[in-house]
């Protein structure tokens, strides 16, 4: 085990043992549905820094997998939608955390009559070697803890995650990134790496990573700010800004012309006619939005046509449309 995968290591066995409010975290409000209520110590032990439940991947009872577990909320978030013995897999190389998140879903018994702590199988396992059959997941995800790999580590994990899922099944992840160049003394901090401050990549490095294990198609569904680091309080000379996305990245085969990356940009045609088909699969209904991939989105702008409205990435993508 190399330095700052002990330093991780240490770092959240602390975690687990003393919870840190402070660690991770975001703006996203703490969801709960009608009969899901979350236990104040999963929240004080929410280390991840958006969310990676969303309802529109969790249709027809998917099998879960859950990798970096934490306090336990996300695998209870997943679990209300599927209620099946052992319907969540949840994976931590910490013993201590797996301790605390066997420990917080009793309290979550107690809250929620809906709910057992075997609809969760929680397995002492490391994302750059799960202990998961292959083509066997239907929604992998993580939150919060890739970002803390470096290069060769965040390869093999993201290869597991694409190992393990079925076909068209999906990655679904949250994780800060910076746009920002990073100097040496901030990315080989150990433990600032570990505390999810200075392994973050830029967006479209973090995106190549996934489009280079295969993943087909990649949707980001958000991008909120994070943190800042500061001269006054970490080895830097300028304000680095970091932000946090959530992205889902989908086991679908790679298209001949490369992957389709979708970060919310959208086509309008407003044209003479009732609509508009660019012969490639997109038509286009009269002042109508139709959600595309940036692939897309540069064929269409490269048409030079009057008529045709591409918009700016949102980074905000939610569905819809397809290419
Ligand atoms: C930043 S926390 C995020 C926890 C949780 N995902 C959340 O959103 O609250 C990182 C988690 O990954 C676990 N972890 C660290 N290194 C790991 C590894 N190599 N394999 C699996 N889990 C790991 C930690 O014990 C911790 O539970």
Request: net charge negative; with cysteine.
């Amino acid at each position: 085990m190399s330095n700052y995968l002990d330093t991780t290591h240490d770092v959240y066995k602390e975690a687990a043992l003393t919870p840190d409010v402070g660690l991770c975290c975001t703006t996203n409000p703490i969801w709960e549905l009608p009969g899901l209520k979350i236990p104040r110590i999963m929240q004080e032990m929410n280390y991840g820094c958006g969310s990676t439940v969303h309802a529109r991947d969790l249709t027809n009872n998917p099998k879960m997998l859950y990798v970096g577990v934490g306090g336990g909320m996300e695998l209870l978030q997943f679990a209300y939608f599927n209620r099946e013995k052992n319907g969540v897999i949840g994976i931590d190389v910490v013993d201590e955390m797996l301790e605390a998140s066997r420990k917080n879903f009793k309290e979550a018994e107690e809250l929620n009559p809906w709910f057992k702590s075997e609809f969760i199988e929680l397995k002492k396992g490391d994302a750059m070697n799960l202990p998961v059959a292959d083509n066997s997941i239907d929604v992998a995800a993580q939150n919060c803890l890739f970002n803390i790999f470096k290069a060769d580590d965040l390869k093999k994990a993201i290869a597991e995650m694409y190992r393990v899922l079925k076909p068209h099944g999906r990655l679904v992840m949250s994780d800060p990134t910076c746009e920002q160049q990073m100097n040496d003394e901030l990315r080989n901090d150990d433990r600032l790496r570990a505390l999810c401050l200075s392994g973050s990549l830029p967006i479209a490095d973090y995106v190549k990573m996934l489009t280079d294990a295969g993943f087909g198609t990649i949707e980001i569904r958000a991008r909120k700010p994070y943190r800042i680091l500061d001269p006054l309080h970490y080895p830097t000379d300028e304000i680095i800004y970091i932000e946090s996305i959530e992205v889902a990245a989908i086991k679908d085969p790679m298209p001949v012309d490369g992957p389709c990356i979708f970060t919310g940009k959208a086509a309008i045609y407003y044209g003479e006619d009732d609509f508009f088909d660019d012969q490639a699969g997109h038509v286009l209904l009269k002042n109508q939005p139709l959600a595309i991939c940036d692939k897309t989105a540069l064929a269409l702008a490269s048409l030079n046509r009057h008529d045709l409205f591409i918009s700016e990435s949102t980074y905000h993508y939610d569905g819809g449309g397809c290419c």
